[in-house]
């Protein structure tokens, strides 16, 4: 079994690399009062926020409307679609994905075939992929992979990508065009396990926070339980961190070392002292910059790929996952430029939270020996709550522009004992500690959630 395990990771991960805000004034803290029904006084919303699979069939829905070739795979459902001028002309059965849950889960989101190839090698798995059609990084759909011998996979070798039987791989190779587009997402007909959360009496009590914006999200149901400028386009600091992580994760073999330079260490401030000319593992890179907003970890991460084309994923990211309102402009959350909403931001999270759990186990220090011996594993952790046993994951980050900022998830119970988790959001903060305390005390008086 470690041996299929291992396999199969390689084979994710082996596949050849393809081819001004404007500065606000500090702010004193403020006194905001809210109330559940009437006209609230920072746009708070008992309402659903659309996210996950309803934005994917809603684009469906647009390319059918504007008679587009596109192909949608459901990994919920293990079916693949070919739309040829808005109709349905074909549904294909999809015969492995990436495990769920696992480092090399299949990545979701709105993507468009950068490249084909009619015999793709892998050459960390030893594997040719006939007709192969990239959407992302690394990531393709292709046929039943063989090795140089012509011995077929086995069918228990499942790595990230999208595998169908050769035959429908080659119709599939045959359809698509550069900038076809790829709709990947995960829907299952699932029972509503969850009502939404309701007041526990008619008006919310007085809520005390610094920040210019906070956001509160049931990431079970999409229920918003606290918007305050939540749609505010604001400097987002080193909770660009957390994208970097995922983009990381998703197209770098993470056993992969680099060598460290001194141009990876030019930030201005640097949390991590590293050693200039030694070695590190991409996935031990990953403890300092979410436990540490380690700015050298980010650079020598985005450094595997070049940094411009790093960012450049990222950017890439943020459209496939429907941030509209995020830019990236360099891996590490240093300038200014790198602005997100909180709506966004949960977008993110939620991402995180389904399809790269790891990296929210990593910023609270949870040691993964996956790779054998982490070199990080027991350096200090800067994020608040981190020790908190109902936290799931959290982020910080702080400069100038951006002034406090962090994303926190919790993993909360209601009073019928149900566990919900919930996204706390902090931009432009004051105090950001003070803040998601603030708010974790107003969720339990108000909604009973602790």
Request: aromatic fraction near 12%; include cysteine.
């Amino acid at each position: 079994m470690a041996i299929i395990i291992a396999l199969s990771f390689l084979l994710f991960y082996g596949f050849k690399s393809y081819q001004e805000l404007k500065v606000r004034p500090n702010l004193p803290p403020v006194v905001y009062e809210s109330a559940y029904e009437g006209e609230p006084s920072f746009n708070l919303k008992i309402a659903s926020q659309g996210f996950g699979e309803e934005v994917f069939q809603d684009l469906k829905e647009e390319l059918k409307n504007s008679n587009a070739d596109f192909i949608t795979a459901n990994l919920g459902e293990m079916k693949l679609e070919i739309y040829a001028d808005g109709k349905l002309q074909k549904e294909i059965k999809v015969l492995s994905k990436g495990k769920d849950g696992s480092w090399w889960e299949t990545p979701t989101g709105r993507y468009s075939v950068i490249g084909k190839e009619v015999n793709h090698f892998s050459s960390i798995g030893q594997v040719w992929m006939p007709w192969s059609v990239q959407f992302y990084g690394n990531f393709f759909i292709h046929g039943w992979p063989q090795y140089s011998d012509g011995k077929l996979v086995s069918k228990e070798y499942s790595g990230g990508c999208i595998r169908l039987s050769t035959e429908d791989a080659k119709e599939v190779y045959d359809f698509t065009r550069r900038n076809t587009p790829v709709i990947v997402y995960d829907q299952e007909v699932r029972p509503v396990i969850f009502e939404k959360l309701k007041p526990l009496k008619n008006e919310l009590s007085v809520l005390r926070i610094s920040s210019e914006a906070a956001f509160v999200l049931d990431l079970e149901t999409g229920n918003v339980l606290l918007n305050k400028n939540a749609d505010e386009v604001l400097s987002i600091a080193s909770l660009t961190k957390l994208m970097t992580a995922v983009v990381a994760s998703e197209l770098v073999y993470l056993e992969r070392s680099i060598v460290m330079t001194p141009e990876m260490l030019l930030a201005k401030i640097q949390s991590f002292s590293f050693e200039i000319g030694k070695s590190y593992r991409a996935f031990d890179l990953l403890y300092p910059l979410l436990m540490q907003s380690s700015n050298g970890a980010a650079s020598a991460l985005s450094s595997f790929l070049g940094n411009n084309f790093f960012v450049r994923q990222m950017n890439e990211k943020t459209a496939s996952l429907d941030m509209k309102q995020t830019n990236f402009v360099d891996s590490s959350g240093e300038s200014a430029k790198n602005i997100s909403t909180l709506k966004d931001l949960g977008k993110l999270a939620k991402y995180i939270l389904e399809k790269r759990s790891f990296i929210f186990d990593i910023s609270r220090g949870k040691n993964y020996p996956f790779f054998g011996e982490n070199v990080f594993k027991d350096i200090k952790n800067y994020n608040e709550f981190y020790d908190l046993p109902n936290l799931i994951g959290v982020k910080n980050g702080e400069t100038d522009a951006a002034r406090q900022t962090i994303l926190t998830i919790w993993q909360l119970r209601n009073n019928d004992g149900k566990s919900r988790k919930i996204m706390i959001g902090i931009l432009s903060s004051l105090d950001r500690k003070k803040d998601v305390q603030n708010i974790l005390d107003w969720l339990k008086d108000n909604f009973g959630l602790k």
